[in-house]
T-cell receptor, first 111, second 112 residues
Framework: KQEVTQIPAALSVPEGENLVLNCSFT??????LQWFRQDPGKGLTSLLL?????REQTSGRLNASLDKSSGRSTLYIAASQPGDSATYLC??????????FGKGTRLSVIA | DAGITQSPRHKVTETGTPVTLRCHQT?????MYWYRQDPGHGLRLIHY???????DKGEVSDGYSVSRSKTEDFLLTLESATSSQTSVYFC???????????FGPGTRLTVL
């Protein structure tokens, strides 16, 4: 059974800092990996989708990498801003299985 | 934002009563999903649909049923609500099973 772990569970950084969020998964036979953002009391916003054949995806200040063989993904946020404060969720999907989510990393960016 | 709405957005009900949550999409996506989100458990899949009248169970399907009679609507029914079903329920859609998923705003359900 696929398990997804996100470490740390919470992170607090000063504004302007570059940071990395980590996601690991137990079964490397994935179809894709998706990073989401969730603001308190809100739904999930898709940030980046990485297909299993890809190594990374970029969107603005966000860069997500995927290493299938080691079962790891990282989300890099450049020049963090207070508006980046949210919970970031990682989810993986197997070939015929639905998304399996990690429990998220709660990020606080302090002005 | 993907065109996904959920109704109601908030509901308080009593144990033993039936409850139906609705998810409506305007994207004509084939796949639709129902998740619940609980502290300490994260997001867990309840049921999903891969086409009209085609549905399958997820990780936590006991006590829930679903129906999809039109591409745009996916209903989640709690036949007899229990306090353990107090949660935030999210609907999601995707064009294909392995494609990017987009989420609705959620429904907060409280069962007293």
């Amino acid at each position: 059974k696929q398990e997804v772990t996100q470490i740390p569970a919470a992170l607090s950084v000063p504004e302007g800092e570059n940071l990395v969020l980590n996601c690991s998964f137990t079964d490397s036979a994935i179809y894709n990996l998706q990073w989401f953002r969730q603001d308190p009391g809100k739904g999930l916003t898709s940030l980046l989708l990485i297909q299993s054949s890809q190594r990374e995806q970029t969107s603005g200040r966000l860069n997500a990498s995927l290493d299938k063989s080691s079962g790891r993904s990282t989300l890099y946020i450049a020049a963090s801003q207070p508006g980046d404060s949210a919970t970031y969720l990682c989810a993986v999907q197997g070939g015929n299985t639905p998304l399996v989510f990690g429990k998220g990393t709660r990020l606080s960016v302090i002005a | 934002d993907a065109g996904i709405t959920q109704s109601p957005r908030h509901k308080v009900t009593e144990t033993g009563t039936p409850v139906t949550l609705r998810c409506h999409q305007t994207e004509n996506h084939r796949y639709m999903y129902w998740y619940r989100q609980d502290p300490g458990h994260g997001l867990r899949l309840i049921h999903y649909s891969y086409g009209v009248k085609d549905t399958d169970k997820g990780e936590v399907s006991d006590g829930y049923s679903v129906s999809r009679s039109k591409t745009e609507d996916f209903l989640l029914t709690l036949e007899s609500a229990t306090s353990s079903q107090t949660s935030v329920y999210f609907c999601a859609i995707s064009g294909l099973g392995g494609n990017e998923q987009f989420f609705g705003p959620g429904t907060r359900l409280t069962v007293l």
